[in-house]
């Protein structure tokens, strides 16, 4: 149990990776937080993993992330671990918004999310003795959309998004390092999460994502969080700064 007596806020708890990341650090000893904005997601995690706490707020409402991070350091006495989760892609804004509204609502979320949670957990970790955040960016923070795919005309907000968590890691890592306090970011490939639903279900589709990955499949959210769980964890006690492509072998070709 790697994390035992850690304490842990983990976004977007409601679905996907941040779900499987509450169940995985759950089973590793930590005390989890599950925050998101969906209310109904949360309630069906409390109700499988009743150890979990929740709490329902918006990662980019800097009000709120600092509230959340303040009941945790004053309920539980720490704060050890942040994984921002939540994330959003341009297919779940209205689909008659211009690139402008889709752009601010896709950054809003994951790039602006991350640094407004990271700031509220910071404090918190700094009272704490140290910590570790674990930010979730994507290989498209890394590389482009691939030509073979119907989901980005060159102005998807997505990758851009993904890329400016990438670059968030980086740069709180090596000045947050001196005060104990690592942060790290995953790299999924495709995995089948709520996010990927409206896509997989286009077989042509689905069969080119599986066929972009050397493995020859997506991957699974639970793959992705035993990674978070190893970067959340002391046994990552010299990683730092770095972005960890989970995505069976997608970037390496």
Known sequence: MKLKGKVAIVTGAA????????????????????????????AALKQEQPSVHTRTGDVADSRSAKQVAE???????????????????????????????????????NAKGTLIMSEAAVAAMRESGG???VNLSSVMGLVGYPTALPFSDGFNPYPHSKGAVAQITRDMGVRLAKEGIRVNAVCPGFVYTALTENVTGNEEVHKTMKSLHP?????????????IA???????SFVVGATWTVDGGYTAQ
Request: glycine share 12%; net charge negative; charged share 25%.
């Open 15 to 42: 679905s996907g990776i941040g779900q499987a990341t509450a169940r995985r650090f759950v089973s590793e000893g930590a005390k989890v937080v599950g925050y998101d904005v969906d209310d109904a997601g949360l």
């Open 71 to 109: 009941e945790v350091f004053a309920e539980f006495g720490r704060l050890d671990i942040l994984v921002n989760s939540a994330g959003i892609t341009a297919r779940t804004v209205d689909s008659n918004a211009d690139l402008e509204t889709r752009w601010d609502a896709v950054m809003q979320v």
């Open 131 to 133: 910590g570790s955040i």
């Open 215 to 227: 493995l020859g499949r997506m991957g699974k959210a639970e793959e992705v969080a035993a990674v």
């Open 230 to 236: 190893f970067l959340a964890s002391d046994d990552a």
